[in-house]
């Protein structure tokens, strides 16, 4: 029974063969073009990208105060949102006297930043940090270049990703720079998928001007994103003490129920800085009803890069 059963698999695939002779098989070349396939290359921009950004730490004598991701925009120069800075009534505070420190992947040692002053009063949201120690040279991000076909830096429904701090809320306030000198930079970042919800900033019916003080140039400077934003390390800290003047020039958007900073750097597949995340939507209504998850807002990186050649600042 067995030999039949084989002899009777035999002649079918046989005539199968035979018959695919008579009628002619064409075969059929089909060429994938690699660059289309976003997780494939956004792999790689990954890699460049973590080169260029950089851990900032608000350090109080030996205590970590607070993390920030920052991005190099020159070898001497990164940006990071203003809300990291607090204002003169923080640093100049007698108990705390907050310094900036800096970490990257290509650098062994931290290295201390400072804040170019000549930049923090602009509209866009972001503040400039300089190197202090001549040795210590960054590795600058390159700036996204418009796209011959949407005439923009980025499009609607475009994937791109992001750069955050992985730092626990919990685990920040207060951590000995002793007990993180051990830890890759690697370790403190990470990386999120966004997607570019709308080309303009999207608020629904909420106020933008009234409710959130923003500026016209931020408004105009800002895109939609989607994706799941972590709060702000800063206000994380701030919440920690009792005094409510920590102010960091984004005070509306810190007071705000239905808002909360962000701290993200966002890049598209090519590795190309597109912007940065400093706010999202949150929802405290007991339904959970009046927001989409993950809603935030970036300010494009083209206004940044104008404001800064407007500064005298050449980047990539």
Not at 152 to 170: M, Q
């Amino acid at each position: 029974m067995k030999n039949k059963l084989k002899w009777v698999v035999s002649l079918a695939i046989l005539l199968t063969l035979a018959l695919l002779a008579f009628t002619g098989c064409e075969r059929e070349n089909r060429k994938y073009d690699l660059k289309q396939v976003s997780i494939v290359t956004m792999s790689d921009a990954i890699e460049d990208v973590l080169a260029s950004s950089v851990v900032v730490e608000a350090v109080d004598g030996q205590d970590i105060r607070y993390y920030c991701a920052g991005v190099a925009i020159t070898e001497k120069l990164i940006i990071v949102p203003k809300q990291v800075i607090p204002l003169t009534e923080i640093t100049n505070s007698v108990s705390i006297k907050v310094k900036l420190k800096g970490r990257t992947t290509s650098q062994t040692q931290r290295f201390d930043l400072e804040l170019r002053r000549t930049f923090y009063d602009n509209n866009y949201g972001f503040v400039v940090l300089s190197v202090v120690d001549e040795n210590i040279k960054l590795k600058p991000i390159k700036f996204a270049s418009t796209n011959e076909q949407s005439n923009d830096i980025v499009g609607l429904a475009e994937l791109i990703f992001g750069v955050e701090i992985l730092i626990p809320d919990s685990n920040v306030y207060g951590t000995k720079t002793t007990t993180t000198e051990s830890v890759p930079v690697s370790e403190y970042y990470s990386v999120i998928p966004v997607l570019v919800s709308s080309k303009q900033m999207m608020t629904g019916a909420y106020d933008i001007y009234s409710k959130l003080g923003l500026k016209n140039e931020l408004i105009d400077a800002t895109f939609t994103t989607q994706g799941y934003f972590q709060k702000s390390d800063y206000d994380v800290f701030s919440n920690f003490l009792s005094v409510n003047k920590l102010h960091h020039g984004l005070q509306k958007i810190s007071d705000s129920e239905d808002f909360t900073l962000t701290n993200c750097m966002l890049f598209n597949k090519a590795g190309e800085f597109v912007g940065m995340n400093y706010m999202r939507k949150v929802d405290n209504s007991p339904e959970n009803e009046h927001v989409v998850a993950g809603i935030g807002y970036a300010c494009r990186s083209d206004s940044i890069k104008k404001f800064l050649n407007s500064k005298g600042v050449v980047v990539a």
